[in-house]
Every structure is written in structure tokens, then in C-alpha cells.
């Protein structure tokens, strides 16, 4: 049997998005008539049939939901777990998670294991890899089957879906015009590398709030760590050789390794040293002091993002409602360590 | 048609246990020859089809593992899914995660949902719920109809089968004695209530190295803790009202939340008082000070229920091998607050 071409495959061959060529088979009115004709063509031509992942799902719905997440060991992706269950379970449906450890390889087996009939629809954050990748044609291809997919927090804007995200941009501007003020000037940020999307928007937000403030922007007081649980080194050699009155850091382990690490070097907090984290998780109530936090309300998110799915799965297959992009507001929670 | 009868059914109607229900129709030469006659007659007459569960899974592997868990909040149950992941992952399994929230109901549909076709075996580790109902028909049900389970951390006797556990009672007894040789007498234990497996051997284990040491118990000591995420108050009490030496905490939160409370009444850790928690999670890490804890090694109890439940999953149908038990033992991690 000839192998089947795949969505990525027809849109390599007419250098488009993997989203056109699912918009242009499925007669788009995005899609100018010309584009469509010719991937239609294409597309009958090389026997592509919409069924490389999911199965005929139709007509076999499961009341599960699938939910893929890089991983679950911090307390904001174990929060919207909870949050999806919670609004799941109220209407009837199941919850089955799967974790893609970061990797891209892992969230395609995932999804591909998971569309095979055991669910009616996904929530999904996508992992380190596939942001590193930016390969997304396992998502675009369930979607064009007509398999609803919710994205949560680490989203892309090359899969078109339903959206729920955290303000990581205001919520990081917040926190820093606070710092700023209740009067620190040295402001360290501690974030992650750029091809995050959260850090980066943190990042943003905090470059932001430090430009309307007139504060000139020092980059070595801007650390970029890699490790989740790491960056204690780097932490210590900023305070030896510069003086800091706050930092911010875009976890909340981030700012609690400062903390500790401050206070062990004489450094007394919230007096010389402000600090405060992103993730209002159990490490910011139980820290001594203890972190005001960004709090990203990871139930919320996971809450909204059922109703959103469940919302797709019971409207009528014909239905058009447009894709939605629900932004959940952080709110800074004050506490000790300012 | 008439309703199939069910294990549960047949074991309260000859007041015996569903293992004894299960190894009856299955010829078990552990159960009496009578016994089993008449346990067959009646399931024969009754219409008793193994099926009510699983479906004719023998011919069909998903190389799936279905892993049952009662909460992911905690760093234990996160880093024991950690251990499975790596393990299935090199012996090319996946890995699906379903939450039971403590529930008994939940953790009965998540059974069925699972064993329905979509995973060849689970790794599970009982609900609150389920350990209060004392109701173990599912498991039993599974188990009897070919598909393995391994049980984990959170047991019962009731149901044979694999079982990983830690030795919470060694564990807790070696943390108290590391208490008492620090020259420690008036030792507070935060403990669970005792329909809590889990809180009740860790109670044992106090309990066991006061009585070697010859320090009379005093009740006045033991708070039993129902909410995980409070005690706050409970704590304080005892505080104020009895002079304490140390504490001994059955969780890594219990501890540093005592640890917390007393250093904001002007108790100093450890000159004053030191302080164990059980869980050796990021908690007892970022505390201030870094908190001494029993280790429970989730990583390493995932990775030996995987292994087992492989093995199982890849020997042959006929194979007996006899079920094992194994402990992985806790150490403890002495940091700061001792």
C-alpha cells in the first residue's frame, strides 16, 4: 500500500503552514479559492486521507479528555491538572494525563497514543522540545480530524485552537513596578532562557516596567538560568560582586534560592532585599519569609480550559464558533519577603 | 438480559474474601477443593462472566501502563510517576496517568476506563477513600480477569498481587532515634489519622523508638493532622502549652510548617528545637532552615513497580511466578533543622 501523505508533507511541498493546508481541505474562507484548489488537488492526488492519528471518532465519543503536560512536578501544572478535573468531573467526563517530559518526541507518542480512540479532545501545554522544534504538525493534523485541542500556557500561535493563558507579560510588569515602588532601584531579574515563551515574557515585563520608570536597564543583573532547580551559583556570584536591593524571579524556586541564599550571606529580607517570585505554589506559603508572588491561578486555567473543550466537544460537528483566547488574570499576592 | 453477577457479589454471599472468590474460579489450589465447587456452581449458575472490567485483553497489548494515583500536588506521587516514565520509557511503554482525588468512586471509574482497552497493566496506590470503604472489588475484579497490577505505597493485604513499599515504620523509628541520640526527650509526633495506612506505621515507628529508649509516651504529644495542608493551628496550641525539644513530622509540610511556627515565636531551630519531616521533596530543600527528612525515594519506588509490572506483562500467560513484596528503604537526609 502506498504511504499516505501527511499534512506536513503537503505543506513542505507548497511552503505554507501546516494550519493553511488544514484550513484549505477543509474550505476555508481564509484560504483564497486558488490555494485551495491547488492543495485539494494535491491532496486527492496523493491519497491523503485525514486519518494518520485519530481514528474515526465521531461517532465514538469516550467522555475522556486527554491532558498532555511537560511535567507535573511543579505545583502550576499539578494546580490545572486539578482545575481540569474538577470542571471535567461536575460534567461527566474523565481525565487522563499523560506527561511528555519536555521532550517532542514524547508529546507525539502521547498525542498519537491518546487520539487512538481513548479520548474526545486534548488540553495541552506544549513541552521544552517542541517550542525548541517549533514542529507542531502532530497538533495541526489531530485539529484537521476534527479533534478539538485546548492550549494552555506554553501555547504557539501556529496551531489555531482554543487558547488559555496567563497575562505572564502584566503579571511580571506588576511585580516589578511594586518593587520599584515601594523604592528599589537594582532590580535583579532571575528568568529562563529566551526560547520559553513564559520567560521571555516575563522578561518583557519586567524590561517594561524598568524603562517607564526611567530605571536604565544593567544586563548583569540580568541572570538567565537553565537548570529548573539550579541557578544557587550564579545567584551567589551576583550578590558578591553587585549590590541589589530586589529581585524577581520568574519561578517561584528561583526566588526562594535567592532568599536563602541572601540570608546566609547577612542579607536580611524584606529589609535590604526584597524578593519576589511567579507561581504562587506551596514553596512561596511555606519559605521563611515568607514570597510575595505572581500567583498564575493554574486551577483557573485548567477550569477554563475544560469548560472551553467541553464546550467544543457537545456543540453540533457542523458548528463554526471561532476560536477564543482566554487570557486568566495573575494577581501579586503580598506576603513577608517585601 | 439479565445482570452478571459480580466477584464482590459472590464473596459477600459465602462471607469470603474476593481474593478467595477470584483464586476459587481460577482453580487455585490455595482454596479448599469444597470451597472451590461450590464457589464455580454458583458462579456458573449465576451467569459470572470475568468481563465486567476488562475486555479480552490477551491478544491485544497496548504497551501502555496505567498508573492510579490518589493526588499530584505532592512531590512524592510526582516523583514516583517520574520513576515509571524513565523506566517504561526504555523498555518502550508509555506511560497514562489517571488522579482518583482521594476518591473511591474515582479510582473505580478510572480503573474501568483504563482497563478498557487503552493500557496492559497498572502501577496504583490506593485512595483515602478506598482505604476508609475498605473495598477493594475493582482491583480484585482486574486481576482476576489477567491484568496485573502493582500496588504501591498506599497497600492492602486484600488484594494479592506485586507491592512496592516503603518501610515507613524503619523510616520513622531510625528519624526518632536520630532525635532522641541528639539528646532530644519531649519529641511532638504530626501524624495522620490512623485509617491512613501510611500515618499509622510512621506512628508505630515513634512510638517504637520512645518505648527502646524508655521516654514514656505522652499523648498530649501526638497531634493527629486530618488536613493535609493545615495543622497550623493545632501546632501553635502545643506550642504554647507544652515545652517541646523536637518534632517529628510524618510530612515534609507538617514540618516546616512547625518549623515555621516556632521560629516566629522565638523558638530557635535547631538550638531549641529540631525538627524531621517524612518526604524528602523541594519543600524541605528551600525551607529556612534546610529541613532533615526520611527520604522515600518516589523516583526509585516508580522505577521498581515498573520494572515489575514489565516483567509480568512480558512473561508468559502461563507463568506462576509467585507475587513479591519489595521495600525500598527510606534514608534519612540530615540538613539543618536537626
Redesign the interface.
Known sequence: MKKKITLKEISKRFNVSISTVSKALKNSPEISEKTRKIIQDFAKEHNYKPNNIALSLKNQKTK?IGIILPE??H?FF??V??GV?SYA?EQGY??????S?ESFD?EV??MQ??ANG?IDGFIMSLSKGTEKAQDFHHINEVIAQGMPVVQIDRITEEVDSDKVIIDDYHGAYHAVKYLIEKGRKKIALLTMPDYMSVGKLRTEGYLKALEEAGIPVEQDLILRIEDF?GGGDQIKALFEERSVDAVFGVTE?FA??A??IA?KMGISVPEDLSVIGFTDG??SM???P?LTTVSQHGEEIGKTAAKLLINRLEEDDDSTTPYVREVVKSTLVTREST
Open positions: 475522556n507535573i512536578v505545583y499539578s494546580s491538572i486539578n478535573e468531573s474523565n481525565v487522563i494525563v499523560c506527561i517530559n514524547k507518542i502521547n497514543m491518546l481513548s532547580y524556586f526562594v534560592t532568599m536563602n540570608q506551596i514553596i511555606v519559605s521563611n515568607s
